[in-house]
């Protein structure tokens, strides 16, 4: 079992859908958990960044944890062609001895 | 803000030759990371760099070397180029070593091994 499990997509939703990205993962020690957005041919660039579990919003993302089901997701609202991009989602325990697991990012094409 | 800046953005190579990959952050960051991205395998740790002076295998360090040169800059070398090394390559840096510091990322170097 991978540690850090995400659906490789592409997810494809009209302009204006609710979105949802979700990872699942395997480690129960991971407490920190962060979403990057990468544009093709970019860098990923840190979207969400969240500790422990609940919810956080930002504008029109929000990113969610459950530890006892060790459940991560994203939600976009509103969704615009420009969202369209790979999402990578990224864990760790935070000490000083690991370094941060990454998923292997779901592709989504938000259409006009 | 120029953040992460990795040079080249692309090159091809013959296999059998070496080539050096740069790096560099502006953040003043002590950490720095060498990543390669390959469809379908997502990210994976090639080496890092805690801090300068020091240098630690990561998940897929074989074929690689690396060289923190100072707190800005952060090579990585391969000696004898293969195709199984066509990849993109990310450099990435963060605040501290702590894995709960997040990474920030440069644009990439392209590599094609012929």
């Known amino acids: 079992q991978k540690e850090v499990e995400q659906d490789p997509g592409p997810l494809s939703v009209p302009e204006g859908a609710i979105v949802s990205l979700n990872c699942t993962y395997s480690?129960?020690?991971?407490?920190?958990f962060m979403w990057y957005r990468q544009y093709s041919r970019k860098g990923p660039e840190l979207l969400m960044y969240t500790y422990s579990s609940g919810n956080k919003e930002d504008g029109r993302f929000t990113a969610q944890v459950d530890k006892s089901s060790k459940y991560i997701s994203l939600f976009i609202r509103d969704s615009q062609p420009s969202d369209s991009a790979t999402y990578l989602c990224?864990?760790?325990?935070?000490?000083?001895?690991?370094?941060?697991?990454f998923g292997k990012g779901t592709m989504l094409l938000v259409s006009p | 803000n120029a953040g992460v800046t990795q040079t080249p953005k692309f090159q091809v190579l013959k296999t059998g030759q070496s080539m050096t990959l740069q790096c560099a952050q502006d953040?003043?960051?002590?950490?720095m990371y060498w990543y390669r991205q390959d469809p379908g395998m997502g990210l994976r740790l090639i080496y890092y760099s805690a801090s300068e002076g020091t240098t630690d295998k990561g998940e897929v360090p074989n074929g690689y070397n690396v060289s923190r040169l100072n707190k800005r800059e952060f090579s990585l070398r391969l000696e004898s180029a293969a195709p199984s090394q066509t990849s993109v390559y990310f450099c990435?840096?963060?605040?501290?070593?702590?894995?709960?510091?997040?990474?920030?990322f440069g644009d990439g170097t392209r590599l094609s091994i012929l």
């Open positions: 480690n129960s020690a991971f407490q920190y």
């Open positions: 990224a864990m760790s325990d935070g000490s000083g001895y690991s370094t941060l697991t």
């Open positions: 990435a840096s963060s605040l501290h070593r702590d894995s709960n510091q997040p990474q920030h």
């Open positions: 953040m003043n960051h002590n950490s």
